[in-house]
């Protein structure tokens, strides 16, 4: 167990450290890898498996500080609309539902993406 902790501690410190190439960051993560694998702890050993697995897209996150997860998070956010309202039966519609619940802001002297309520109709007719 100790061995395991100080294995998450390494990858710790591996995430928190700047390093000055692509080449550093990799052999580290590398080294990482071979410690984690050793470990008796069989968690530790499926992470490790994973990161070599993922390896490549780990280092272009880190190198990049880009990733998927903004569109990720908006493909489970239209999922979760499309389970929460059981199905539409027009694009249209979902689409209108997605702009009001995502929080799309409607341009100035557009039309309203999704519908106009009744009570502001009448208010406009006044």
């Known amino acids: 167990m100790p061995r395991a902790y100080l294995t998450l501690q390494l990858f710790f410190e591996w995430s928190n450290?700047?390093?000055?190439?692509?080449?550093?960051?990799?052999?580290?993560?590398?080294r990482w890898i071979s410690i984690a694998r050793r470990t008796d702890v069989p968690e530790v050993r499926s992470v490790s498996n994973t990161i070599s697995k993922r390896k490549t897209y780990i280092l272009n996150a880190w190198e990049y500080g880009r990733t998927n997860a903004i569109a990720e998070s908006l493909n489970r956010q239209i999922k979760d609309i499309i389970r929460t309202c059981r199905g539409f039966m027009s694009f249209g519609a979902l689409?209108?539902?997605?702009?009001?619940?995502?929080?799309?802001?409607r341009e100035p002297n557009k039309p309203i993406p999704l519908f106009t309520r009744s009570d502001k109709r009448k208010e406009g007719a006044n």
Do not use: A, Q, Y
Not at 17 to 30: D, Y
Not at 95 to 105: A, E, I, M, N, Y
């Open 95 to 105: 689409r209108r539902r997605c702009l009001l619940v995502l929080g799309h802001k």
């Open 17 to 30: 450290t700047t390093f000055e190439s692509r080449e550093e960051m990799e052999t580290v993560l590398k």
